[in-house]
T-cell receptor, first 112, second 116 residues
Framework: KNEVEQSPQNLTAQEGEFITINCSYSVGISALHWLQQHPGGGIVSLFM???GKKKHGRLIATINIQEKHSSLHITASHPRDSAVYIC??????????????FGTGTRLQVTL | GAGVSQTPSNKVTEKGKYVELRCDPI?????LYWYRQSLGQGPEFLIYFQGTGAADDSGLPNDRFFAVRPEGSVSTLKIQRTERGDSAVYLC??????????????FGPGTRLTVL
């Protein structure tokens, strides 16, 4: 079983819909990252969070440490939101290492 | 300012050949990470540098893979005797510091390696 699981694997939505992507993890973490990857490979960090909720524009990320679960929400979705969204966890540091363990990603397509 | 850059963007090689992949991190970032992403999968950790030293190389799949960062800036990932299974996108990321804080990682565009 992967340490980080995402659902759904694929998601198609119509423009304007509210979207939720889920991430569950099975290990202790110091932080959780949500990343966006567009075709061609470029990865952009959207959020880092270790508790509660963060909002940036139409994007909202929440985390429940006790349940080992995080969600990424997109409000008023738009075709330009089409991308792969990846959840990654950062384990508590041993020494100085802070490597990420990634989920397999959720491929989102928003249509007109 | 400039982000993380990686060269080449694409590399096609033949089985058994040696390849070098280069990463230029954001200036001043002391931490540098190499990840590998196979088709349809999330990235997998390979190696992490703090300054010039490899702080964690537990993700390197075998001794054909090696990485250096001699001056604490540019890093080179070296793959000897390439195999078809090495085909993937190799991603580099850098972050400002280590220590106790949680740090955002800034990713490069990746190098797509194809081993024929």
């Amino acid at each position: 079983k992967n340490e980080v699981e995402q659902s759904p694997q694929n998601l198609t939505a119509q423009e304007g819909e509210f979207i939720t992507i889920n991430c569950s993890y099975s290990v202790g973490i110091s932080a959780l990252h949500w990343l966006q990857q567009h075709p061609g490979g470029g990865i952009v960090s959207l959020f880092m969070l270790s508790s509660g909720k963060k909002k940036h524009g139409r994007l909202i990320a929440t985390i429940n440490i006790q349940e080992k679960h995080s969600s990424l929400h997109i409000t008023a979705s738009h075709p330009r939101d089409s991308a792969v969204y990846i959840c990654a966890v950062e384990r508590p540091k041993t020494g100085t290492a802070s490597k990420l363990t990634f989920g397999t990603g959720t491929r989102l397509q928003v249509t007109l | 300012g400039a982000g993380v850059s990686q060269t080449p963007s694409n590399k096609v090689t033949e089985k058994g050949k040696y390849v070098e992949l280069r990463c230029d991190p954001i200036s001043g970032h002391t931490a540098l990470y190499w990840y590998r992403q196979s088709l349809g999968q999330g990235p997998e950790f390979l190696i992490y540098f703090q300054g010039t030293g490899a702080a964690d190389d537990s993700g390197l799949p075998n001794d054909r893979f090696f990485a250096v960062r001699p001056e604490g800036s540019v890093s080179t990932l070296k793959i000897q005797r390439t195999e078809r299974g090495d085909s993937a996108v190799y991603l580099c990321a850098s972050s400002p510091a280590s220590g106790g804080a949680v740090n955002e990682q800034f990713f490069g565009p990746g190098t797509r390696l194809t081993v024929l």
